[in-house]
T-cell receptor
Framework: DTEVTQTPKHLVMGMTNKKSLKCEQHMGHRAMYWYKQKAKKPPELMFVYSYEKLSINESVPSRFSPECPNSSLLNLHLHALQPEDSALYLC??????????????FGNGTRLTVT | GENVEQHPSTLSVQEGDSAVIKCTYSDSASNYFPWYKQELGKGPQLIIDIRSNVGEKKDQRIAVTLNKTAKHFSLHITETQPEDSAVYFCAAPTGTASKLTFGTGTRLQVTL
């Protein structure tokens, strides 16, 4: 089983709803990531937090709002999503920031459906 | 641009045969090359990685080879088993930012 825990596993929301995805790791990793994965596609980077500060935003629409309350937790707040935002949202962590230095550990994702 | 190409997109082998998946990258500064296995309903899991100071790395039935001059690296699975059936992604760091770019994925099917 993965050491990165994501909740909920599944989420169905309407376009006017506000919801949050949660991610937790207790490996002492200092970098955390949000990825989006559409069916039969590779994961695409959305956000990177390094030492609890947002370091990368891959031009993600503002209806997605990340938050890192502490070094173990990562949230993704969702508001006014579109049906095309339906996807698997993956959280990952690494011991140090930067893929050149340490590998990513992924959670099992939240399957999001926007109706 | 900076991308990672992966081939083949699908691969079917008989149990016990070997499977090879190849990736090429364009960023000459890339120095770390992981491979991930993604089973249905799960997130990608790291199965093996290699850094640019070595040309080959083995871990039981899986191995990765790296050719920095040609900018390609390959995953080799020997004595394949049904539980090896999954989607495999290669990846490489790209650009100046802390970004890992994934290949397009290979769906491996191991048949009995």
């Amino acid at each position: 089983d993965t050491e990165v825990t994501q909740t909920p596993k599944h989420l169905v929301m309407g376009m006017t709803n506000k919801k949050s995805l949660k991610c937790e790791q207790h490996m002492g990793h200092r970098a955390m990531y949000w990825y989006k994965q559409k069916a039969k596609k590779p994961p695409e980077l959305m956000f990177v937090y390094s030492y609890e500060k947002l370091s990368i935003n891959e031009s993600v629409p503002s209806r997605f709002s990340p938050e890192c309350p502490n070094s173990s937790l990562l949230n993704l707040h969702l508001h006014a999503l579109q049906p095309e935002d339906s996807a698997l949202y993956l959280c990952a962590s690494s011991q140090e920031p930067g893929p050149r230095s340490s590998p990513l550990h992924f959670g099992n994702g939240t399957r999001l459906t926007v109706t | 641009g900076e991308n990672v190409e992966q081939h083949p997109s699908t691969l079917s082998v008989q149990e016990g045969d070997s499977a090879v998946i190849k990736c090429t990258y364009s960023d000459s500064a890339s120095n770390y090359f992981p491979w991930y296995k993604q089973e249905l309903g799960k997130g990608p899991q790291l199965i093996i990685d290699i850094r640019s100071n070595v040309g080959e790395k083995k871990d039981q039935r899986i191995a990765v080879t790296l050719n920095k001059t040609a900018k390609h690296f390959s995953l080799h699975i020997t004595e394949t088993q049904p539980e090896d059936s999954a989607v495999y992604f290669c990846a490489a760091p790209t650009g100046t930012a802390s970004k890992l770019t994934f290949g397009t994925g290979t769906r491996l099917q191991v048949t009995l």
